[in-house]
């Protein structure tokens, strides 16, 4: 079974910095989009920074310029460095990935990790 664990969220200032990952885990033959989304209570899941199926890569229009998204390949592992954080940042971070195993496509979710930003 092909799992995602996300990692590395908790409490910062503003301005300060965050890096989160998220580790996939299973029988995998291929990660096609791989991407990080936040929510916070009452409102949607928004996205937040993907690889598209083609590698490009994409941001929301709040995080462009302060957040990076990258991935380990060989380590299946991707990660979302956020700097310059604000109060608005504040959600819980999920990972989501497009997934080919022997059991076929799944496009599973992590349980999140907490990111806060407050003084």
């Known amino acids: 079974q092909v799992q995602l664990v996300e990692s590395g969220g908790g409490l910062v200032r503003p301005g300060g910095s965050l890096r989160l990952s998220c580790v996939a885990s299973?029988?995998?033959?291929?990660?096609?989009?791989v991407g990080w989304y936040r929510q916070v209570p009452g409102k949607q899941r928004e996205l937040v920074a993907i690889?598209?199926?083609?590698?490009?890569?994409n941001y929301a229009l709040s995080v462009k310029g302060r957040f990076t998204i990258s991935r380990d390949n060989a380590k299946n592992t991707l990660y979302l460095q956020m700097n310059s954080l604000k109060p608005e940042d504040t959600a819980v971070y999920f990972c989501?990935?497009?997934?080919?195993?022997?059991?076929?496509?799944?496009?599973?979710w992590g349980q999140g990790t907490q990111g806060t930003v407050s003084s």
């Open positions: 989501n990935a497009e997934i080919y195993s022997p059991c076929g496509f799944t496009n599973p």
């Open positions: 299973g029988s995998i033959f291929r990660i096609d989009a």
């Open positions: 690889f598209d199926n083609g590698g490009r890569i």
